[in-house]
């Protein structure tokens, strides 16, 4: 049968020494079955496989281990009978030495089938059936890297598939495991193109073979003879001259075709595709005898093995064992390397399994691969341009990797470049060439990851940033509604008390002669003001027990007021829709409480106006006395908190300069105490007449009830004061008196609070002994508590500063951007010493509290932690905090103490390191991070004591 | 008479051309600063602000307002390279003064520690924390650019920058050393070559 092919050349090229008769002799042998077979999950390219057994599971020759994981990838089955040992990280066969998940199988030496699938009629079989068979079936690329052969048989829509090609080239030197495929099994090859002439339905199949092997063309030629009727296209054998690399894809399809292969499409684009012979032979044993992807013909070959030849090896067999059947001399082995010379990497150990792409291992001596001479400079000789079977041009590319400009790399084509090697080969400069092409490959793609990594983090960044303008934006909308509602509810309000207090007390109406002119804000701040001013007259004249009804007639006016004018506000807020629903919701609760204040003034003024003429009596009437106290009480409070509103809307409004806002801030704080005494007289009134008041008589609590609220209303006033200071400080236009001064009066208010606190809770403990331990113990609070709160303070306090040196900072910034005049930058630096500094007293000042609250934690840990008989002591009981009875709560409390003042202690340390390295003095900072030290060992033994409590 | 017939035919074409070019000016107008946007492209958006500008657009900014392209650690060379192709300037080495350049880190956070404050998530400028209030926060690490900010603000330091390690899949090769002695150490980056070279064919 004479098959005349044409055929075409390459450029290039070289004719390195075959190196092949020393494995070619011997037919394929068989290795005795290993003890232990290793399978790594990522024998392919694209995505490791997906276990399907675990540890200790029996499998059988040929079960699925792991499938396919993606489009892109491949399964893994059972290359014997045995049972999996481990499934663990293991280096794997890979230039880059990485470990990856392996299966460790121990075999049985069974051999034990599995059930089979086998597809004897592939003729007549869906070519989708048969992709999945092959896809199933775990087979691969056997000649290069791996690609998963399904994929590649699996053409796009509108590819026609006219030539198929099989590349029995072998063109590196010393393999030959396709060249005995080709001579012992071309039966084996041809059903495989049978087969694949049934899924890819080709014009013509060309089977590639270089001129060196021609036994194999031999037996493939009779083979075809012998199989008329599966091949319903036309096969032919095509021997091509012998040269290195005729076997690439892209080359052996110019040689069979004259078709040259574009940059950046693949051979499908043209109506070809290639496939190895290794790849066909396994395709036709998957199909026709069920048998997956299991084995491979492995060459071994190079010096230091004595028996060199050819072997049907188990996937996962140990290269170690390999070599031992093949007589290694150990002392000889100089280099093991994986693959030919040209293209394959070196191993760095024997421990490492052979691979579906293991096609050779090449055992060398010093003498067959010495090690490299020295790269000389590039002299321009030109031969690896002439080399290149990709008509690239090295020389240019050296250039363009060495000196990392990739850019132009990409431009002279570097990814046309088939890694053969011919140019590193040539080069009389042994420069290593493709080993830079490899790494600026590498690079490239490297790059390309980063660069859409980096337009991701873009993308979110901005979307976060989107998102944090939206809300701010929202919040000042909100804010601004609420500023304009305040303001005009203000001004309206103004008008009133102004014509109330002329009827009622034209005394004290003089600080509101300003208040009409400037615009809303001011006439609030104004309002704020005189009616602090005007309220003060009424709080002091309760005192005095006298009744007068002045006062009442007053509150009672002023309330009416406040409750019109806030239902108007309202009102007129819902019309404008401006508001969301909770604020409405707000407004209009404060409507109500306003109402019933008023109508509480009225009833105590109409009480009042009735009782006159007993006052006397009622002078001496506890009841009336407290009544009176009670109103004089919640007017005040009325007072305060308005005033309190108009700064806060001040504040926010941000219009105001500082002294406005201290001036506004010290009115508040004076209202507060007012109030705070007020309150307090009631109390005492109270407490003083418990027997008399039918309240107070007929049940302790209720006493308890006005503490109660005392407590929570001062801590509401200082939370509020806490807040404004914040956020005074935050807007950084308040000079560091001021704020020095806010604090101050946060910190009055705090007391104050604790105070109350502590009233409420002596209350507690002395109207209630022990009948409500529950109670006692919430209201007790741990002394870490105390600690804590101070702790938090100056954190806040800490952090606050920290934020104020920020904005120090970002001020000096800006005014050297914007090129200010050397003074003012100077004010503004001195300005952020100083806040630099105060930051740090601070922080300091927190590291230490911050010792302290751990200490007194860890000390109460270890008191919690105590065992449980402790529980009935009252001062234990005391000492724990409210979570005792949930130890994992506690638990995790401790935890979180331990962890914090491992935090701590980890900071100090960092500091010391710091100032050592600055040869700054240390002592003090050593002392700390031994005391830091300790702190945290104590709150892990705590922590563990705890631990070890909750699990026995 | 030819003359007058040239010239008016000239100022003809020039109103002509003129109003056409005018209209594309307006029609066509580039929003933003292009060449910002350019810079800003092949900064690496960690937003980290090692580079003393408070993000990745600001510094592109300023390098398109006269500032050095060798401020961004994280960027390195490849970054200050692909700036002084763009720029038509020479590329310096990276300024040490703003950090040096290091693996890329993940940051990932010891669950057992968190104690629930959230502060990592408001520090995060990729929203790659995940977490609530008083519950475990955890690092989606595809999504975190290693830029350390969240490492700071947590309270209990449970934040680890953690180098991220090359797998198979993103493994490549190293550039091979020129120098003699790093040869001998390196040699199995070097291409097998055969004994007996052949010539070119
Ligand atoms: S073969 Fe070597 S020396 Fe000659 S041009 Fe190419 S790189 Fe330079
Ligand atoms: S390694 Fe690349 S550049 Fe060198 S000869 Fe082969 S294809 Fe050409
Ligand atoms: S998780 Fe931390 S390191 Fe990662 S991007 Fe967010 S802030 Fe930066
Ligand atoms: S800052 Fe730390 S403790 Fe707070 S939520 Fe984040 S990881 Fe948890």
């Known amino acids: ?952 | 008479m030819t003359l007058l017939t040239a010239i008016l035919a000239l100022v003809a074409l020039a109103l002509v051309f003129g109003a056409i070019l005018g209209f594309a000016s307006i029609r066509f107008k580039v929003e933003g600063n292009p060449i910002v946007d350019q810079i800003d492209s092949l900064l690496p958006q960690t937003q980290c602000g090692q580079c003393s500008y408070p993000g990745c657009k600001p510094y592109a900014e300023a390098i398109a307002d006269g500032e050095k392209i060798n401020k961004c650690p994280p960027g390195g060379e490849n970054t200050i390279q692909a700036l002084a192709d763009l720029l038509g300037v020479e590329p310096e080495p990276l300024d040490a003064e703003h950090g040096e350049e290091s693996v890329t880190k993940v940051a990932v956070i010891r669950e057992d520690e968190c104690i629930g404050c959230t502060k990592c998530i408001q520090a995060c400028p990729v929203d790659a924390i995940l977490g609530a209030a008083k519950q475990m926060h955890t690092v989606i690490a595809s999504e975190c650019t290693g830029c350390d900010l969240c490492v700071e603000p947590c309270p209990v330091d449970c934040i680890d920058m953690v180098p991220v390690a090359p797998t198979v899949q993103t493994w490549s090769w190293e550039q091979p050393s020129t120098t003699a002695d790093s040869i001998a150490a390196k040699n199995d980056n070097l291409i097998i070559t055969d004994k007996g070279r052949g010539a070119a064919a």
């Open chain 1, 1 to 952: 049968m004479s098959q005349a092919i044409k055929l075409w050349d390459i450029h290039g090229g070289i004719h390195p020494e075959e190196n092949k008769s020393q494995s070619n002799q011997l037919p394929i042998s068989t290795l005795p079955l290993p003890k232990k077979l290793y399978l790594p999950l990522q024998q392919h390219i694209g995505s490791p496989s997906e276990l399907t057994v675990k540890i200790g599971d029996k499998v059988l020759k040929g079960q699925r281990l792991a499938e396919a994981n993606g489009f892109i990838s491949a399964s893994l089955h059972a290359p014997t009978s045995g049972t999996i040992v481990s499934i663990e990280e293991r280096q794997i066969p890979h230039a880059s030495g990485l470990t990856a998940e392996t299966i460790e199988i121990e075999t049985d030496g069974l051999e034990q089938w599995c059930e089979r699938e086998v597809i004897t009629d592939y003729l007549h079989t869906d070519p989708i059936a048969l992709l999945a068979h092959i896809r199933n079936h775990g087979i691969t690329g056997m000649g290069g890297a791996g690609f998963p052969t399904a994929v590649k048989l699996t053409p796009k829509d509108d590819d026609h598939i006219d030539t198929l090609i099989i590349n029995g080239a072998e063109c590196e030197p010393y393999i030959t495991s396709d060249q005995l495929l080709m001579r012992e099994r071309a039966d084996q090859v041809i059903d495989g193109i049978s087969v694949l002439g049934q899924i890819l339905k080709p014009k013509r199949c060309i089977i590639g073979v270089e001129d060196n092997k021609l036994d194999a063309v031999k037996a493939l030629r009779d083979s075809i003879d012998a199989h008329p009727k599966t091949l319903p296209f036309e096969v032919k054998v095509a021997a091509i001259p012998t040269k290195y690399p005729s076997g690439g894809e892209k080359q052996l399809i110019q040689i069979l075709t004259g078709k040259e292969v574009p940059h950046g499409s693949i051979p499908a684009d043209l109506g070809i595709v290639c496939q190895n012979v290794g790849t066909v032979a396994a395709i036709s044993k998957a199909v026709l005898e069920g048998e997956p992807l299991i084995s491979r013909i492995t060459t071994v070959t190079g010096d230091a093995v004595s028996q060199k030849g050819n072997f049907e090896t188990l996937i996962g067999t140990p290269i170690e064992d390999l070599l031992a059947h093949c007589g290694v001399d150990e002392s000889k082995l100089f280099r093991l390397i994986m693959g030919g010379p040209m293209m394959g990497f070196t191993l760095h150990s024997t421990d490492l399994p052979v691979i579906k792409t293991t096609n050779c291992i090449l055992a060398a001596t010093e003498q067959e691969f010495p090690n490299p001479a020295q790269a000389q400079d590039c002299i321009r000789c030109g031969m690896c341009a002439e080399a290149c079977p990709a008509e690239l041009l090295p020389q240019q590319l050296y250039w363009f990797s060495r000196s990392k400009e990739f850019d132009k790399a990409k431009h002279f084509n570097l990814f046309d470049c088939i890694e053969c090697g011919a140019c590193s080969f040539v080069c009389p400069s042994h420069i290593p060439l493709v080993q830079h092409f490899r790494f600026a490959k590498g690079g490239i793609r490297q790059e390309e990851q980063a660069h859409i990594k980096s337009e991701h983090a873009k993308m979110r960044f901005e979307a976060r940033q989107d998102r944090l303008a939206k809300e701010e934006a929202e919040k000042e909308a909100r804010r601004k509604a609420r500023a304009d509602a305040a303001a005009k509810a203000k001004a309206e309000k103004e008008a009133k008390a102004k014509l109330a207090e002329s009827q009622e007390s034209p005394t004290t109406n003089t600080p509101t002669a300003d208040a009409s002119e400037g615009d809303d804000k001011k006439a609030a701040i104004a309002a704020a003001i005189a009616r602090s001013k005007s309220k003060k007259p009424a709080s002091n004249e309760t005192t005095p027990s006298s009744v007068d009804i002045k006062p009442f007639k007053v509150a009672s006016s002023q309330a009416r007021a406040a409750h019109l004018q806030a239902q108007r506000a309202l009102n007129a807020a819902k019309e404008t829709g401006e508001l969301s629903k909770e604020q409405i919701a707000e407004q209009e609760a404060n409507v109500s409480s306003l109402k019933k204040a008023y109508e509480d003034a009225k009833a105590k003024l109409d009480q009042a106006k009735n009782g006159n003429t007993v006052a006397p009596a009622q002078e001496q009437a506890p009841s009336v006395d407290i009544k009176a106290l009670k109103v004089a009480s919640s007017q005040t409070r009325a007072a305060y908190l308005k005033a309190q509103r108009a700064f806060d809307t001040a504040k926010e409004a941000g219009e105001l300069s500082a002294e406005q806002l201290t001036e506004q801030a010290s009115e508040v704080s004076k209202l507060q105490t007012d109030y705070e005494n007020a309150k307090a007289k009631l109390d005492a009134a109270k407490n003083g007449s418990p027997t008399q008041t039918a309240e107070a008589a007929s049940s302790p609590t209720v006493d308890i009830k006005a503490l109660k609220v005392a407590s929570s209303q001062a801590r509401a006033a200082y939370l509020k004061s806490q807040r404004a200071y914040d956020a005074s400080k935050e807007d950084g236009s308040t000079s560091e008196d001021e704020l020095s001064a806010q604090l101050k009066k946060v910190e009055a208010l705090q007391s104050t609070y604790e105070k109350a606190k502590a009233a409420l809770d002596d209350a507690k403990s002395g109207k209630t002994p022990a009948s409500n331990p529950v109670a006692k113990e919430k209201a007790s609070p741990s002394p870490s508590e105390t600690f804590e709160n101070k702790y938090k303070q100056v954190k806040v306090e800490t952090s606050q500063a920290r934020a104020a040196a920020k904005q120090a900072q970002k001020a000096v910034d800006e005014a050297n951007e914007q090129g200010k005049d050397e003074t003012q930058i100077k004010e503004l630096e001195t300005a952020l010493a100083e806040s630099v500094q105060t930051y740090e007293k601070l922080n300091s000042k927190k590291l230490v509290l911050q010792e302290k609250v751990k200490a007194r934690k860890a000390v109460e840990a270890s008191a919690v932690s105590q065992p449980k008989e402790s529980k009935p002591a009252p001062e234990t009981v005391a000492e724990q905090p409210p979570a005792e009875d949930d130890p994992t709560k506690k638990l995790k409390e401790l935890k979180v103490a331990a962890s914090q003042s491992k935090a701590a202690w980890r900071k100090l340390e960092r500091e010391l390191g710091k100032a050592q390295e600055a040869g700054e003095d240390t002592a003090e900072l050593e002392q700390k991070v031994s005391a830091a030290k300790t702190t945290y060992e104590q709150a892990n033994e705590a922590k563990t004591t705890a631990m070890a409590a909750l699990n026995s």
